[in-house]
């Protein structure tokens, strides 16, 4: 059975909508979505001759599913710059990845409606396989230009030592 919450008063699941990405020492910028984190483990099927028409099964490979970014086309340099050092275009033969700093680790945290971080998780070994820098542009339309990041991890985990906050609570007068 899973653990109970201490904040009996809190009965609502969290919400998608308040969270913050870190990598390096600092928050990114502007960051609206943040696709799901994903794992998958293969199943590896097995049975003796002699056995009867049943198989067994048993954890195979392990995958983690790419996590892509999203945020407004602004002057911040943060995903071009990280996309950069997986291919950087025009520069000479050898200088094209940036070998020694290509990866970063990356933190995920879910706030709740106050801004209190509920929950915490890190992407290990991250680095761009695709970079937006621009959507379609479309001058009849009505909406924010979004550029894309989209990394690839050796794995995630959560980190338990984010407890569950006190919740504010207003005192009426």
């Known amino acids: 059975m899973g653990q109970f919450s201490v904040n009996a008063m809190r009965l609502d699941p969290y919400k998608n909508f308040k969270f913050r990405v870190k990598w390096g020492e ?10 799901l984190l994903k794992r998958t483990t293969e199943v590896v099927k097995h049975r003796a001759g002699g056995d009867p028409s049943t198989s067994y099964k048993s954890p195979g490979r392990t995958e983690y ?3 892509t970014l999203e945020r407004g086309v602004t002057h911040d ?4 710059q990280w996309a950069n050092k997986v291919w950087n275009y025009g520069s000479m033969p050898g200088g094209e990845v940036s070998l020694a700093d290509f990866r970063k680790d990356v933190i995920l945290e879910l706030l709740n409606e106050a ?3 509920v929950l915490s998780y890190t992407l290990y070994r991250c680095w761009v396989s695709e970079y937006q820098a621009l959507p379609d542009l479309d001058a009849n339309a009505n909406a ?4 894309k990041l989209k990394l690839e ?3 995630w985990e959560r ?11 207003f005192v009426e007068p």
């Open 77 to 80: 340099q943060d995903f071009e």
């Open 153 to 155: 991890n050796e794995g």
């Open 65 to 67: 599913d790419a996590v």
């Open 144 to 147: 924010v230009a979004i550029a």
């Open 26 to 35: 600092r928050y990114v910028a502007g960051v609206s979505k943040v696709t």
């Open 115 to 117: 801004g209190q971080v």
């Open 159 to 169: 980190d338990y030592a984010v407890a569950e906050p006190a919740e504010p609570s």
